[in-house]
């Protein structure tokens, strides 16, 4: 089992429409999780992070996070042709010394205009 | 302010060739990472810095590749007698807390 599970897709989207990225995660030690967005050819931006159970909201976009479900998803909402990119998630891992990211493959959205 | 900043952007070197790749992380960032991302996947962990300190080399593939933070600010990864699975992008991520921001990376080619 991978430690961090994104869908490849793509996932299409209609422009206005709202986009729904899902990532699971195996270790339930963890304790951060961020989003980033890479465009083609772009090193990886990030774009939000959330720590707590529950949702966080950043402008369009929504994170929301399940730690007993082992579920971190991120929703843009009023989707635009500029998001189409891959979103990937990360995971900081809990204790020891290593504050590194375990990142999931990505999931590339397009969003059609 | 300014960005983390990697050098050179684009490497292509002959197999057996020693390399250096160097990251200079936003101003005031405790802690340097450098990660690999191969096209389609997501960064993969190498090793990281606090200040000079190396906490974690877990992810450096074998004793070819090193890397060192000697003042607490600019890192190099040198990866000795390169392989042509050596080739991708090498990529530094610095932080001051718990979010890491990326630099625009190093493309390494191995011929």
């Known amino acids: 089992q991978k430690e961090v599970e994104q869908n490849s897709g793509p996932l299409s989207v209609p422009e206005g429409a709202i986009a729904s990225l899902n990532c699971t995660y195996s270790?339930?030690?963890?304790?951060?999780f961020f989003w980033y967005r890479q465009y083609s050819g772009k090193s990886p931006e990030l774009i939000m992070s959330i720590y707590s159970n529950g949702d966080k909201e950043d402008g369009r976009f929504t994170a929301q996070l399940n730690k007993a479900s082992q579920y971190v998803s991120l929703l843009i909402r009023d989707s635009q042709p500029s998001d189409s990119a891959t979103y990937l998630c990360?995971?900081?891992?809990?204790?020891?010394?290593?504050?590194?990211?375990?990142f999931g493959t990505g999931t590339l959205l397009a969003v059609q205009p | 302010g300014a960005g983390v900043s990697q050098s050179p952007r684009y490497k292509v070197t002959k197999r057996g060739q020693d390399v250096a790749l160097r990251c200079d992380p936003i101003s005031g960032h405790v802690s340097l990472y450098w990660y690999r991302q191969a096209l389609g996947q997501g960064p993969e962990f190498l090793t990281y810095?606090?200040?000079?300190?190396?906490?974690?080399k877990s992810g450096l593939p074998n004793d070819r590749f090193s890397a060192e933070r000697p003042e607490g600010s600019i890192s190099t990864l040198t990866i000795q007698r390169t392989e042509q699975r050596d080739s991708a992008m090498y990529r530094c991520?610095?932080?001051?807390?718990?979010?890491?921001?990326f630099g625009p990376g190093t493309r390494l080619t191995v011929t």
């Open positions: 810095f606090n200040y000079e300190a190396q906490q974690d």
């Open positions: 991520a610095s932080s001051d807390s718990y979010e890491q921001y």
């Open positions: 990360a995971v900081k891992g809990y204790g020891g010394a290593t504050n590194k990211l375990i």
């Open positions: 270790d339930r030690g963890s304790q951060s």
